[in-house]
């Protein structure tokens, strides 16, 4: 009988800051793909000898927004250490990290109702790019010295959903606090697992593999569910797991040996003697720790409480910090925040998907998006009329009190106005009336289609639905 086992995860998660400049120099820092190969580079991040590093104080500041994002306690003095190792695009033949003494450590990421502790994120630089050819490689060292993050998690997931569920969560994070865009198709955000398996119902865990380079969240789950296949099938057949570092290769869907895995050991790491410790001063901490956003979970539990909308539209709604924010804007124009939620998360989401837009790119602002739904729970535009208000404004950047008087749409809800048409429409319909007075209520719609074919669909439905309710009692 095969053995059912508990699968065991740690990531490592590096997060590129974004920073105008390097870690260590002026250089430009995230320069676009398409950017001339060694273009921004200087003798500090090409390792030139006497050049030395100044470290940048707007990506220590990232780090620590990034950090507090993630629950971590901030370390007032940290260090920077070389990790000593050859790599072509490594100029200098180590890295600049942190291992001894990180900016952060023990804090946690909740998920699901879940708290996953986060061990530490430190500060390190980045290394270049290789480009293969068939004959030769070339080296590219514009990305050399990006300041990065590196976040590591305890060995607390379990499985390749929760993997993903953390990474998604991990992102938004990063993203709300502005500490990094977190494009992985630029490479922004890259992640490593750590992945053994154990029987169920131990406390031991089995023997760590871990695989690299995973540049999406579905290749991060697609690898782990790989080599969870892998490791049960090998450990069912009583063979053991070897520690080595694996890649996972997305056109087949299977893992494959990369190298055997190091030890810290094998780096040879020791305090950089060209970099000073790290000390926060006391005032700029307090000041950037009071000037932390209201975080996701928390902005999320307020607008259930204090605008009383349901857990899922509360949640899409603070999916994104520009949403979120977006929705304020327009209940600072007095709509009602059901109203406001409805139509950002149908209308409004649905044209941004469909133009590949984000909302920070609208050509609806929340003023226009505030006004519109003012007019059409006022009565003033019916819902079907708002929709046509909301599309010019979306084309044309037009003032929707503007488009309404331009389109001729304003609705009629003038009490005296609709009982005439009322009252011509039942003169008109005997049959219809004669139904609605027998207690068919669903008739009283036709009367009401019929004087919105005389108002020319400017009646006030609601309005008329009351009318036509005295008419006809």
């Not at 220590?60 to 901030?74: G, H, P, S, T, W």
């Not at 720790?289 to 509360?314: G, H, Q, S, V």
């Amino acid at each position: 009988m095969a053995t059912q086992f508990e699968t065991v995860i740690g990531l490592e998660i590096h997060v590129q800051l974004k920073t105008k400049s390097k870690l260590f120099c002026a250089c430009p820092s995230g320069m676009p793909e398409e950017a001339a190969p060694n273009s921004a580079v200087c003798p500090v991040c090409t390792a030139q000898p006497g050049a030395l590093p100044v470290l940048n104080k707007g990506a220590v500041e990232l780090a620590v927004k990034a950090a507090l994002a993630l629950n971590l306690q901030i370390n007032k003095v940290s260090i920077f250490d070389r990790k000593n190792y050859f790599y072509p695009d490594l100029p200098k033949g180590y890295q600049i990290t942190q291992l001894f003494k990180p900016i952060a450590e023990r804090g946690f990421l909740e998920i699901d109702g879940r708290k996953i502790e986060i061990t530490r994120a430190h500060m390190e630089e980045d290394a270049g790019k290789s480009m293969h050819r068939a004959e030769y490689s070339l080296i590219d060292l514009n990305r050399a010295g990006t300041p990065l993050l590196e976040i590591v998690t305890e060995p607390q997931i379990h499985g390749a959903d929760e993997a993903y569920n953390f990474l998604t969560r991990l992102k938004s994070h990063m993203q709300w606090v502005n500490a990094s865009n977190c494009d992985m198709e630029k490479g922004e955000l890259r992640c490593d697992v750590n992945i053994s398996l154990r029987p169920a119902g131990t406390k031991t865990l089995g023997t760590k593999v871990e695989i690299k380079n995973l540049n999406s969240f579905k290749a991060v789950k697609d690898a782990v569910n790989a080599e969870i296949a892998r490791q049960t099938e090998m450990l069912n057949n009583g063979e053991k797991i070897k520690q080595e570092t694996l890649l996972f290769n997305k056109e087949t869907g299977e893992t494959s040996a990369m190298r055997s895995k190091e030890d810290a050991l094998d780096y040879r790491y020791f305090p950089d003697p060209d970099l000073k410790p790290l000390l926060l001063d006391d005032k700029w901490l307090e000041e950037v720790i009071k000037n932390r956003p209201e975080m996701p979970l928390e902005r999320k539990a307020r607008f259930e409480k204090d605008f009383a909308l349901p857990p899922y539209d509360a949640g899409v709604l603070t999916s994104r910090r520009e949403i979120s924010e977006y929705f304020e804007e327009v209940l600072k124009t007095g709509a009602a925040p059901k109203s406001a939620a409805n139509w950002i998360l149908t209308d409004l989401l649905g044209a941004l998907n469909a133009a590949k837009k984000e909302i920070e790119d609208s050509p609806a602002p929340a003023a226009a998006l505030g006004k519109i739904i003012k007019f059409t729970d006022g009565g003033k535009i019916s819902r079907a009329q708002a929709k046509k208000v909301f599309e010019a404004a979306w084309q044309t950047g037009k003032d929707p009190e503007v488009l309404v008087k331009e389109m001729g749409l304003e609705q009629v809800s003038d009490a005296g106005q609709l009982e005439t048409w009322a009252k011509e429409a039942v003169a008109e319909n005997p049959k219809m009336a004669a139904d609605v007075r027998a207690g068919n209520a669903k008739a009283v719609g036709a009367l009401i289609g019929a004087v919105m074919k005389k108002s020319k669909g400017k009646a006030n439905p609601a309005l008329l639905n009351e009318i036509f309710g005295k008419l006809l009692s």
